[in-house]
């Protein structure tokens, strides 16, 4: 075994190809606003957005196969978001756009709250909360034994 290990501290970016530049620029420059990104650069044909953690990049596909959910490859990239309010704000405003969306807004697993959803080339995205029931609980008992 290695003495010295590197140590991922964090995901950096994520960098997607896209079928149609200007289709998917627009669609993911409304969402991240809605997230509160901002573009981080932009050269010709790739931008990218940050909130100052996390970075989305995207660019054309060298060729024009769309990609569909199920084959090799990133299966889907999930955004957590505070709360379940914010969850539902998002599959409002995603309703809104006409966004197509595969799974509502709804407890998936115990504790987890989401919504998915398909980019302009069927790219499977998340916007989910983990955990903020067990955190309302922990809290609750914590005033509990202080009163």
Request: glycine share 8%; no cysteine; hydrophobic share 35%.
């Amino acid at each position: 075994m290695p003495r010295n290990k590197s140590r991922v501290v964090g995901i950096d970016h994520i960098s997607i190809r896209v079928s149609d530049y200007k289709k998917s620029k627009t669609f993911y420059a409304k969402l991240f606003e809605f997230l509160g990104f901002e573009v981080s650069d932009e050269h010709p044909n790739t931008i990218g957005w940050t909130n100052g953690q996390t970075r989305y990049w995207i660019a054309p596909a060298e060729g024009r196969k769309k990609y569909r959910i199920g084959d090799v490859g990133l299966h889907h990239y999930a955004f957590q978001l505070r709360n379940r309010r914010d969850v539902d704000a998002l599959q409002a405003f995603l309703e809104a756009q006409g966004v197509r969306i595969v799974d509502p807004a709804g407890e998936y697993y115990e504790d987890y709250y989401a919504v998915f959803f398909l980019d302009p080339d069927g790219l499977k995205l998340e916007g989910m909360k983990y955990g903020e029931l067990a955190e309302k609980q922990k809290k609750a008992r914590a005033l509990k034994k202080k009163g």
